[in-house]
């Protein structure tokens, strides 16, 4: 990994909640494979307390001048591992980095995760504490300052979640086995899952062995209330509520919206539905629920008053992955390596210049929302026009409200000018140049550090 400088998963950006699931079964999920095992559900919820103007109007100066200044490498043949790692083997992709104060935490596809110092730029440690621990994803617990890692294990042939609270201060002395296991009592092989919600400060569980969803507290892991009803196929989770989604009868869905502190019933209604077709998407946004079927309407419902809108099918195709601003009352879709933006009347309110998404699959890893809500950092197609490497992408900073792209990180100017080099040598720009290029090459994880204005990416990290 190298990093440098300037959140359907359910997971985070800078508010949000993750979901990962368990996999279907063992023969699949071999972690010395190149394949990234963890299955994504692209969805992600953001809230924000700050106000955008000032954030919109320093943006432009933020993003100056961004340079490669500094490569992290995971795999260390000396490293700061107290035990021989088999899943260092071999080199694996970046698929998450999260920043947390001077540590920045990179997780590859192999499942080794490592920790590196900010200050010093050298591995602190590596976060696997036996050595058939895959890890599959990360989640930074702001309430204890703590990062809870979600692991699989050889010794059970990969097939269940285990989850893992290391406090910060552990990982900063080097000694991540001093954390403790969590959700011990529950089942989660798949379909199972466990999801951290840091909007409502709750974990979902779902052990599919007895069909039980589980709440737990996210400050002290408390367990608060279970759904045991087997009929509940799936529920999504916003500010206060949960959506319960059950089994379809013919011409309807039965939905039950609930209270997330007590699990009370708040709302208990039907929704009808075209006869036969399938349903997209069902999703939940404080008091608007999102419908689609197939080559349908989009319908949008108030569930306060039954207030539908909807929106023709050739206006509003089904995405592969939603981000939801709720501070903004907007939510972003994307498809086809494109991002829109819309608000609940059903109206679209961005399209964005110079955006195109380098990777087909939308990996929300790739992308990170400012906690003003007001920009999107993207690695995205370079403009053939400006790459001196057709190979490489660029990150994209785009503005949510008006889809202009106001900065741009490329294989053209995050390279220092001859002027700024004066007395350096050809050769050794020519070995920057060679640097950028391939740090800008293939991007799997992006993460955005607001407040030391630095860019870490899967191969670089970018300050300006």
């Known amino acids: 990994m190298e990093a440098t400088g300037s959140r359907n998963r359910r997971i985070t950006t800078s508010s949000s909640r993750r979901r990962v699931v368990a996999t279907k079964n063992a023969g699949w999920t071999n972690p010395l494979l190149p394949n990234n095992t963890v299955k994504k559900l692209h969805r992600r919820e953001i809230t924000s307390l700050r106000h955008r103007s000032a954030s919109v109007s320093n943006s432009l100066h933020r993003f100056r001048n961004f340079r490669l200044t ?6 260390d043949p000396v490293g700061q591992c107290s035990m021989v790692l088999p899943l260092l083997m071999r080199r694996a992709k970046v698929i998450e980095i999260v920043v947390v104060h001077d540590i920045v935490f990179a997780l590859a596809s192999s499942g080794v995760c490592a920790a590196f110092s900010r200050g010093t730029n050298k591995t602190i440690c590596f976060l ?3 050595p058939d621990e895959v890890i599959r994803s990360l989640f930074y617990n702001k309430n204890n300052d703590s990062l809870i890692t979600v692991s699989v294990y050889a010794s059970d042939n990969f ?7 290391i406090r910060i201060e552990y990982i900063q002395r080097g000694k991540p086995e001093e954390g403790f296991p969590l959700f011990e009592t529950e089942s989660l092989k798949w379909p199972g899952f466990v999801e951290f919600d840091d909007v409502n400060e709750k974990v979902l569980t779902y052990s ?12 002290n892991y408390a367990l608060l209330y279970s759904i045991t009803d087997r009929q509940v196929e799936e529920i999504k989770i916003s500010p206060g509520i949960m959506l319960l989604i059950f089994s379809r009868g013919q011409s309807h869905v039965p939905l039950k919206i609930l209270s997330i502190e007590d699990g009370t019933v708040l709302k208990d209604f039907n929704h009808l539905l075209h006869r036969n077709k399938k349903v997209d998407f069902i999703e939940q946004f404080n008091e608007k629920l999102l419908v689609k079927q197939d080559n349908e309407n989009l319908q949008i419902l108030d569930v306060r008053n039954a207030e539908v809108k909807e929106v023709g099918s050739t206006e509003f195709m089904t995405p592969s992955a939603f981000i939801f601003l709720y501070e903004n009352q907007l939510f972003l879709t994307f498809r086809n390596q494109t991002v829109s933006v819309w608000n609940f009347r059903g109206e679209l ?3 964005f210049e110079d955006h195109v998404l380098s990777h087909p699959d939308c990996n929300t890893n790739n992308i990170y929302i400012t906690s003003d809500q007001d920009l999107i950092v993207s690695f995205c197609k370079a403009d053939n026009d400006q790459a001196t490497d057709r190979r490489a992408g660029s990150i994209n900073i785009s503005n949510i ?3 202009k792209c106001i900065a741009k990180i490329n294989s053209s100017n995050a390279i220092p000018s001859k002027d700024e080099q004066e007395g350096s040598s050809s050769n ?3 070995v920057e140049v060679n640097m950028v290029e391939e740090a800008l090459e293939d991007i799997t994880a992006l993460y955005f550090d607001e407040e030391h204005n630095e860019i870490y990416t899967e191969v670089a990290k970018w300050t300006g």
């Not at 500094?70 to 795999?75: A, G, K, N, V």
């Not at 097939?159 to 609270?165: D, E, I, N, Q, Y």
């Not at 069909?211 to 400050?219: A, G, H």
Request: overall charge positive.
């Open 128 to 130: 696997n504490i036996y």
């Open 428 to 430: 050794t720009r020519q």
């Open 349 to 351: 309110v961005t399209s």
């Open 208 to 219: 599919a062995q007895d069909s039980i969803y589980k709440v737990f507290d996210l400050k």
């Open 70 to 75: 500094e490569r992290y490498d995971m795999h």
């Open 401 to 403: 409200w008006t889809g």
């Open 159 to 165: 097939s269940s979640l285990k989850c893992r609270s």
